[in-house]
C-alpha cells in the first residue's frame, strides 16, 4: 500500500508503482480535455518547498496541484526565512502549523525528505535531494517508457553519464529494477559513485565504462538513458576537457546514426535541463524517437497521481487505480 510519504523508490513495491501508474494514465487524459480543473484535492493545501533552482520539478507539481484544485503555493529558499539563518527544522515546523497537507520538498542535502517527515504530521514528497534520490523522475520515466515499449519485464535500459552526482539514476534504477527491467550503468571510473559494485550485486543491475561496447555489443539498448553532467556539483577534474567526456559517453550524432542503423525506434530519455553539445547533442535531443517531451507531460500525470493517492482521504484508491469518474467526484 502506499504510505503517508514518498520518500524513496525504495518505498514502492511493484504493485504501487503498477497502481500509481494506471492512475498516472487516466490523470493523462485530463491533460487532453479543453477544461482540466478537476474537484479532487478541493481543500488540500501543498507547499512547494525548493531549496534548489527547478524548472520541470515544481512547475509540474504546481501545475498537478492546481489542476486537481489544491491550493498551492510556492516557497522558494531566497524567499523563505532559511537564508536569515532559520534550521530546516524550524522552517517546515513553521509551514505545516499552518494546516498544510504535503510538502513537496527539493533540498541539497541528501536526506533532507527523510528528516523533514519526522518533523512534521504533513505528507513529505521528495523531489529531489542532493545525490540521493528523485523518486517521481524515475516513476515518470518507467511511466514513458512503458508508453514506448510497453510491459518492461526484461527490457534492457542503458542509463549513461554522471552517474556520482545523479539522484535520477538511484531512484531509475531501484523502480526499473522492480518493474522487471534489466538496467546497464555507463559512466567513466571517476563518475562511479563509491561502493557500486556491492550496490549493483544487491539491486541487480550492471556497470560498464566502455559505452560503445555496451551500446553495439550483443545485448543492445531497449532504451537509452542519458544523464546531465552536474558541473555545479564539481569542485574537482572528474574529466579533462568537456571534449574528451563527449567522445569518450556524449549521445553524438555518429553514435546516434549508428544505433538508428539497427534501431530506429529507439526511445531517447534525458531527464533534463540538457547539456546539448555535452552528453547530447542537438541531433539526438531532438530525434524522432527522442521522449525527452513526453517526459515533461508525463511528469504532470505522475505527480497528480502521486498527490492524489497520498491526499485524497480514500484508503481503497491506495491499492488500486483510479478512473475518470473517481477523479471528478472529488476526494473522500
Known amino acids: 500500500m502506499i504510505g503517508r510519504h514518498l520518500l524513496s523508490s525504495a518505498d514502492l513495491d511493484r504493485h504501487d508503482i503498477e497502481t500509481l501508474l494506471e492512475t498516472a494514465a487516466s490523470m493523462h487524459d485530463v491533460q487532453r480535455r479543453d477544461v482540466k480543473k478537476l474537484p479532487t484535492l478541493r481543500g488540500r493545501t501543498i507547499i512547494n518547498l525548493f531549496f534548489e533552482d527547478s524548472t ?11 489542476w486537481m484544485s489544491a491550493d498551492t503555493i510556492n516557497i522558494s529558499a531566497k524567499g523563505s526565512s ?3 539563518g532559520e534550521s530546516l527544522r524550524d522552517t517546515v515546523r ?4 499552518m494546516s498544510v497537507d504535503a510538502l513537496v520538498i527539493r533540498h541539497s542535502a541528501s536526506g533532507a525528505c527523510h528528516q523533514a ?20 523522475q524515475a516513476l515518470l520515466d518507467a511511466y514513458t517508457l512503458r508508453h514506448r515499449l510497453g510491459n518492461l519485464e526484461g527490457k534492457h535500459v542503458v542509463i549513461v553519464g554522471d ?4 539522484r535520477v539514476f538511484r531512484s531509475n534504477v531501484i523502480t ?3 518493474l522487471g527491467a534489466r538496467v546497464t550503468v555507463v559512466a567513466p571510473p571517476t563518475l562511479m559513485p563509491s561502493g557500486i559494485g556491492d550496490w549493483s550485486r544487491r539491486d541487480g543491475f ?11 555489443g550483443d545485448d543492445p539498448p531497449d532504451a537509452l538513458m542519458m544523464l546531465r553532467v552536474q558541473r555545479e556539483r564539481m569542485s574537482g577534474g572528474y574529466f579533462p576537457t568537456a571534449r574528451e567526456y563527449t567522445v569518450g559517453y556524449g549521445l553524438t550524432r555518429d553514435r546516434l546514426d549508428r544505433l538508428y542503423a539497427v534501431s530506429p525506434d529507439l526511445p531517447i530519455l534525458h531527464p533534463g535541463p540538457m547539456n546539448r553539445g555535452l552528453e547530447i547533442s542537438a541531433e539526438a535531443a531532438d530525434a524522432t524517437s527522442s521522449v525527452i517531451l513526453d517526459q515533461v507531460s508525463a511528469g504532470v500525470a505522475v505527480r497528480m497521481a502521486v498527490l492524489y493517492h497520498l491526499l485524497s482521504g480514500d ?4 491499492s488500486q487505480g483510479v478512473s475518470g469518474q473517481d477523479l471528478d467526484r472529488g476526494a473522500a
Open 56 to 66: 520541470r520539478t515544481r512547475s509540474s507539481f504546481e501545475i498537478a496541484g492546481k
Open 82 to 84: 532559511t537564508s536569515k
Open 94 to 97: 513553521t509551514i505545516t502549523a
Open 117 to 136: 517527515a519526522q518533523w512534521v504530521d504533513a505528507s513529505v514528497i521528495n523531489a529531489g535531494d542532493g545525490t540521493h534520490e528523485h523518486p517521481t
Open 163 to 166: 552517474l556520482t552526482h545523479s
Open 176 to 178: 526499473l529494477g522492480t
Open 206 to 216: 550492471a556497470t560498464r565504462w566502455e559505452l560503445d561496447d555496451v551500446l553495439y
Open 315 to 318: 484508503p481503497q484508491q491506495h
